[in-house]
């Protein structure tokens, strides 16, 4: 059985917002690090958010600015809050645990089904 659970994807126009969350027993302030990673058809799964128990992050360049990943210890769970969505988002977006603060999904330990976001222009 999966440890987390992704929900909150959709379909939205340009330049709107989304917020994912995930939730599960593979995420609590235990967990030393939890980030968010998508993969478009066709393409490799990117890490774009990362955060520590300590509350630091780190974005990939293409969502610097406009996506914001946050940790709510108390209801295990981890979110993602996008902004300013562009087509280029387009995308599965998964949760997954990580052994260390990086965006490079060779490190990460347990993942999320998925939730599918869409941006049309």
């Known amino acids: 059985q999966r440890q987390l659970v992704e929900s909150g994807g959709g379909s939205v126009q340009a330049g709107g917002s989304l917020r994912l969350s995930c939730v599960g027993s593979g995420y609590n302030s235990q967990v030393p690090f939890i980030g968010w990673f998508r993969q478009a058809p066709g393409k490799e799964r990117e890490g774009i958010a990362v955060i520590g128990s300590d509350g630091g992050t780190i974005y990939a360049d293409s969502v610097q600015g406009r996506f914001t990943i946050s940790r709510d210890n108390d209801k295990h769970t981890l979110y993602l809050q996008m902004s300013n969505l562009r087509p280029e988002d387009t995308a599965m977006y998964y949760c997954?645990?990580?052994?260390?603060?990086?965006?490079?999904?060779?490190?990460?330990?347990?993942w999320g089904q998925g939730t599918q976001v869409t941006v049309s222009s």
């Open positions: 997954a645990t990580l052994t260390t603060r990086t965006l490079n999904s060779k490190f990460a330990s347990t």
